[in-house]
């Protein structure tokens, strides 16, 4: 597991009560800078969400590594967003398969979050991550 | 911003004493008397889908155990008793509705119903035509009509709508009367607010111009248990989920003459007299409208869940739901910071509010953590949340079984996200 994903998950792993977590996953969105308003465009979307959630991902051609940028209209999910971000920004493609959000997010008891059902675009972000991964190393 | 109701010290909070035996209907239905996330469930997504009482889980479970076959089919006893029960049960839900027998069409839910009628008034409908739909609908009473008016060219019209979501019965008249309508499309309770629509006045000007009234009862089929000869539409849908009744079942009211004017939109069997290979004709209504096998287990269940609504009268769960909803309304309106949209007065029993500038699903799924069952977002009525000025909110939706104890843990639990979000 990546460095800073111990780093910022660290706080919502101590947290002993659920109110706790919730508190901890809204101030690590606080850290996330807000994506540029010009970059909240309709095309980069998740759609079908019940808040509105803006993801880019990308590979950076000349270091190999991918890039990850996101932003949200609800404090929750932006707190998870960036733990995503955290967990996968500046990977190569063989990292990026290595790691197991799923397995991450259930530690952290977060697993609801990344449940079909939630339709908070964290799933999403998590899959459209790893099939860019794959594709990048066929 | 609409309706800012934040520390209204001038609510008066009532709590009636209660009548109805809410002990007892909360023992019947299963799915209330559970814990999540370690706190009872307090369900206020009623406005989604009621809870299903215990005769409804048993009557599907015999259907499938004991009596399972198809209708009007096989002459066979088992055939034979699944059909009778079918018919039955389209009896009782005509004499729950003051109606004919043969004026309620089977659907799979209101949103089928709606379809069924914009795509069978197809033929009738033409480029001089107006269609007056409103603000407050949800989606699934306006992407058919629009649709509709895509496909004949005919002009859509919304019905004006005061600035906190309610309607102004005179204006109301006054622009149907200016827009002579061939139809009007209109919800007799607003799913996302609550509130109810003074309809007998507005059917009674629409049909005086010849206008064909469609309403959407789903969120008022249940609450308000219209007599629909004495509201006088000429259609009314209606999902048996929003009724404690099962998913996939719903229906179509049609005043006879003008429901077997319709063309059927879905064709196959069992809605035919006779068949050859190049040509076919159909039976009467309802028979044309449900081609196919229909949900024969959801309609017998269905009929239990009107049998337990019959147990009562309906104006006693009435007055309850509105005791329970007035104590919440005005409980949530003393919270600093609170945005109410839903108006007090003639409200099914539904909240729809803000706190502050919190993102509804913020507050939603911390909600959850406390056992509250709300929905967060736009509840499938985009215009309506933009004629508000706001993205989406959270809706506390109340029903029968719903208690003063349910609204006191929503209060709490509501204050202690707050303290969590500020
Ligand atoms: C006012 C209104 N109309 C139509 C519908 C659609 O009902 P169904 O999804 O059961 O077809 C709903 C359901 O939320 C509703 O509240």
């Known amino acids: 597991m990546t460095n800073t994903f111990n780093k910022v998950s660290e706080s919502i792993r101590n947290a002993s009560v659920w109110q706790q977590k919730y508190r901890e996953i809204m101030l690590l969105g606080k850290t996330l800078p807000s994506l540029l308003t010009a970059l909240k465009i309709d095309d980069a979307l998740v759609p079908g969400c019940e808040s509105k959630v803006w993801m880019y991902v990308e590979f950076d051609l000349t270091e190999n590594v991918l890039v990850v940028a996101g932003d949200s209209d609800t404090r929750i999910v932006k707190g998870l967003l960036a733990l995503i971000l955290a967990l996968y920004n500046g990977l190569t493609p063989e990292q990026v398969l290595q790691v197991n959000a799923y397995n991450e997010f259930e530690k952290l008891g977060l697993i609801s979050h990344l449940s079909p059902s939630r339709g908070n675009g964290i799933k999403a972000m998590v899959e459209k991550i790893q099939t860019m991964a794959k594709q990048k190393l066929i | ?422």
Not at chain 2, 39 to 58: E, F, H, N, R, W
Not at chain 2, 65 to 91: M, P, W
Not at chain 2, 131 to 151: D, F, K, R, S, Y
């Open chain 2, 1 to 422: 911003m609409a309706t800012i109701l934040a520390n209204n010290d001038n609510v008066d909070i009532t709590m009636p004493e209660l009548k109805f035996d809410i002990t007892r209907v909360r023992h019947d239905f299963p799915t209330l008397n559970q814990s999540i996330n370690a706190c009872p469930l307090v369900y206020l997504d009623s406005g989604a889908t009621t809870q299903k009482p215990q005769c409804v889980i048993d009557t599907t479970a015999k259907f499938y155990t004991d009596e399972n076959a198809n209708v009007h089919r096989g002459r066979h006893t088992l055939s034979e008793n699944a059909t009778i029960q079918y018919e039955n049960v389209r009896a009782q839900t005509a004499t729950y509705f003051g109606v004919n027998s043969n004026e309620i069409v089977w659907t799979k839910g209101a949103t089928e119903a709606i379809n069924l009628v914009a795509n069978g008034l197809r033929k009738q409908v033409t480029a001089n035509d107006t269609i007056i739909i409103t603000p407050i609908e949800h989606h699934a009473n306006l992407v058919p009509w629009q649709v509709l008016a895509q496909q004949t060219g005919a002009k859509l019209a919304a019905m004006p709508l005061n600035k906190d979501g309610t309607f102004d019965t005179e204006l109301c008249l006054k622009f149907i009367k200016k827009q002579k309508p061939a139809i009007v499309a209109i919800s007799h309770a607003s799913n996302a607010l609550g509130n109810i629509t003074d309809l007998p006045a507005i059917i009674e000007c629409a049909k005086s111009l010849g206008a064909i009234v469609v309403v959407d009862g789903a969120q008022s089929a249940m609450h308000l248990k219209p007599n629909l000869k004495i509201l006088d539409c000429d259609f009314y849908v209606f999902s048996a989920h929003k009724m404690i009744g099962p998913t996939g079942v719903g229906g179509l009211y049609g005043r006879y003459e003008l429901l077997n004017a319709l063309t059927p939109y879905q064709t196959g069997g069992e809605m035919i007299q006779t068949v050859t290979l190049y040509e076919s004709v159909y039976r009467d209504a309802p028979a044309k409208f449900e081609s196919g096998t229909p949900n024969i287990a959801g309609i017998t269940a269905f009929g239990a869940a009107l049998s337990y609504l019959s147990q009562f009268r309906h104006a006693e769960i009435f007055e309850h739901e509105q005791a329970v909803f007035n104590y919440a309304h005005s409980r949530l309106a003393k919270i600093d910071g609170i945005y109410l949209y839903s108006s007090i007065k003639n409200n099914i029993g539904t909240l729809c509010f803000n706190y502050k500038d919190e993102h509804p699903f913020d507050l939603a799924t911390l909600l959850d953590g406390y056992g509250v069952a709300v929905r967060a977002g736009h509840h499938c009525t985009q215009p309506l949340m933009a004629h508000l000025g706001i993205n989406g909110s959270v809706r506390a939706s109340f029903a029968f079984y719903n208690n003063y104890s349910d609204v006191d843990k929503f209060i709490d639990a509501l204050q202690a996200c707050i303290a969590i979000l500020d």
